[in-house]
């Protein structure tokens, strides 16, 4: 017994090193303070801010939660031990193993230690070199990435706009994706994907490297988040193009806006009605600004640090090579696998988890 009460006694010791990094005590703190709020009997008066409240309260309590139960788990588990009682040794033993296997599991919280981490994301997807070929490319990442998506029970993907290639694939598109943690999940992901394969798009059936850019932003849903002048805003309505529904293309539905002071602009022409379109275009906006914040003060740190190579357009992160032979491989991390069906299929956890814990190391 007293091998498992040492188990246990390390165990207990790096929970509680986790909830120190998670500031579990802040979050706790904060959580007492909104649910009390939320207790007012006036709390309802104000629709727009009691559900941001209420949102909050979910958000943090569904990051401390988990850990809370770990932690009683844990001490539970501790006295039990201190027992000595040799019938219970088993029994023990087994609790201890699921809850490291546990404790494994909830660790990669930690990574998430960004202002927008928990946000959920959205994901831009641009064809670059490549013409035919580079479209079909940028086809291939949105279906990774919703694939990606759909295999996660706690998160939901929206398309929210696209492009069509003139012969096939697409030339642009923007995916939401829906729930706590996708942009810390996701945000190693912004930068240059290179495909080479042999093309189905040549007579010849040559090789042929294409390129795609992908754009991950932490989706800004409140507008107080990013405070945007009024004053800064272009807002340009057009006749949406390409196939659409009844009354897509046959109404001035589709918005561009452009924030004029550092010339971020977004064009929707998705929805059919132009209030939505402007909705999701300035979700948009005050994402990229956000993002843009954030790129601001990697570079400062950058400055402070010294050089550090950063992904860029003709800088690609990642290679996906068909032909002649099968391999995925990260170019910062050096993270690789043969099973490229299985990556291109929406299984990119394996990447996702390597940059995190490259870049938080």
């Known amino acids: 017994m007293s091998d498992i009460v040492k188990q246990l006694t390390v165990l207990k010791s790096d929970i509680d090193k986790s909830l120190a990094q998670l500031r579990y005590d802040e979050l706790s703190s904060r959580l007492h303070e909104l649910q009390q709020l939320s207790q007012q009997n006036d709390f ?25 139960s770990l932690l009683e788990r844990a001490n539970d588990l501790l006295e039990m031990a201190k027992l000595n009682d040799k019938s219970l040794e088993q029994e023990l033993q087994k609790q201890t193993e699921k809850l490291n296997l546990d404790y494994d599991q ?6 998430f230690s960004g202002p927008y981490d928990d946000h959920s994301a959205i994901v831009s997807i641009y064809a670059g070199a490549g013409g035919t070929d580079a479209q079909d490319w940028a086809d291939m990442l949105l279906r990774m990435y919703s694939r990606w998506a759909e295999s996660k029970k706690t998160y939901k993907a929206k ?3 696209i492009s069509p290639g003139e012969e096939a694939g697409i030339k642009s598109a923007e995916l939401e994706v829906n729930g706590v943690d996708a942009y810390g999940w996701l945000k190693g992901e912004h930068g240059v994907h290179r495909l080479v394969r042999l093309s189905p798009f040549n007579a010849d059936n040559l090789r042929q490297t294409s390129f795609a850019r992908v754009e991950v932003l932490p989706k800004i849903d409140h507008p107080q988040d990013v405070e945007i002048d009024e004053k800064d805003l272009k807002i340009d309505v057009y006749r949406s193009g390409g196939k659409g529904g009844q009354s897509v293309n046959t109404t001035d539905s589709a918005v561009r806006i452009t924030h004029v002071p550092t010339g971020i602009t977004a064009a929707i022409q998705n929805e059919r009605s132009q209030l939505q379109n402007k909705e999701i275009a300035m979700m948009i906006i005050r994402s990229k600004l956000a993002q843009l914040q954030l790129e601001q003060h990697q570079n400062q740190l950058k400055d402070l640090k010294g050089p550090n190579e950063q992904a860029a357009w003709g800088n690609q992160i990642r290679s996906y090579v068909l032909h002649p032979y099968n391999m ?8 690789e696998t043969s099973d490229t069906k299985a990556v291109l299929a929406g299984q990119i956890d394996e990447f996702l988890q390597s940059y995190l814990e490259n870049t938080n190391s």
């Not at 941001?52 to 569904?62: A, E, F």
């Not at 995925?328 to 993270?335: A, E, F, G, P, Y």
């Open 328 to 335: 995925v491989k990260d170019l910062r991390t050096k993270c």
């Open 44 to 68: 309802w008066q104000n629709q727009n801010e009691a559900q941001q409240t209420t949102q909050k309260i979910s958000k943090i309590s569904g990051k401390i939660s988990p850990w809370q």
């Open 159 to 161: 398309l929210l706009n």
């Open 106 to 111: 909830l660790k990669k919280q930690l990574l």
